[in-house]
């Protein structure tokens, strides 16, 4: 049974840093994108950031660029979002994401493009 499970998240303060992780298990998303989305109380859940198999192109949300850094270790099978500058626009629910099919050098930034979902981790900003 493949399973993705976060972890990381919490209570911070704004202009802090919070680093999310995600570990994969039930099989290997070595030659997969992978992606972190977040959802926000009554929003449609959206794109923060993705990551192609290798590790060596990512692409951010506009309103992310410069503050998150997506990174992945595909020997532990796992993802990691480095969140840092943190803003209360940032309170939401992050989830992890991967693709079933291979990726080649692809990244993806549509939730239909991704096959499996962590349940979610808490990241809450306060002003």
Partial sequence: QVQLVESGGGLVQAGGSVRLSCAASGRTFSRNAMGWFRQAPGKEREFVAAINWSGDRTYYTES???????SRD????TVNLQMNSLKPDDT?????????????DLYYTR?????FWGQGTQV???S
């Fill in 111 to 115: 939730r239909f493009e991704y096959d």
């Fill in 74 to 77: 595909n020997a532990k099978n």
């Fill in 124 to 126: 809450t900003v306060s």
């Fill in 64 to 70: 992310v660029q410069g503050r998150f850094t997506i």
């Fill in 92 to 104: 939401a629910v992050y989830y992890c994401a991967a693709r079933n099919a291979y990726s080649r």
